[in-house]
């Protein structure tokens, strides 16, 4: 159904969707990364690229087949990310960032495999590249639409990053809600605007990337 017969309301927009988990190595051997699959940022691209768009679909490792009719560019740190995001982001009329994008990697990446030994029981840290956050205050024309994941405080938090990384549009899901979230093929969102916040019920992941889709035309018409 959702291969056939879709209108092209998308053609002659450039969009770039990011999905999936970044990697942050530790060593040779170990990595810190989250749940993320993929899928919801996948059903974006595909979902784009059936409706005439220009996508361009940079990922970190997931599990699932490159989408067809999509610029596929893989990467695997956050700083990767940055680079592939920003590279093309004056080209870009539309960036969705559903990437999971790693806020912390290790501060120094060991040569050779780290021995255990006795006292060695933490892990220093520095922070990520805040991709949005450091493109949101600079952007002219493009349109941008964050994720956010939350376990509590979901509109009230989700706001905050929606002023904060001066994005047009933050898609909220709840990790608590039942049918939403990691690995499955349904989700649950709200929707974070300027004007506002819009819940849509329990969807597939296809339907949901459809009414982002739809939502970020029509502000984009406004
Ligand atoms: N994001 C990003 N670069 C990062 C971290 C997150 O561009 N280093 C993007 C995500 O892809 C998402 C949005 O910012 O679209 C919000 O991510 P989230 O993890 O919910 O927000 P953070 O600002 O990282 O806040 P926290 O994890 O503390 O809730
Ligand atoms: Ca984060």
Redesign the pocket.
Known sequence: LHTIARPKDLAGLRIAV?AGPTQEALDPVRYLTNHSTGKMGYALARAAAMRGAEVTLIHGQTALPPVKFTTDVPVTT?RQMYEAVTDRFDTTDVLI?????A?YRPATVADDKIKKKEGDLSIPVER??????TIGPRKTHQFLC?????TRDLVE?SSA?LAK?NLDMVVANNLKVAGAGFGVDTNVVTFITPDGTRELPLMSKADVADAILDEILRRRAK
């Open positions: 990011t956050a960032m559903a990437a999971a994008v806020d990520t590249e805040d991709i949005l956050g964050g994720f956010s994941m939350e938090n990053k990384k």
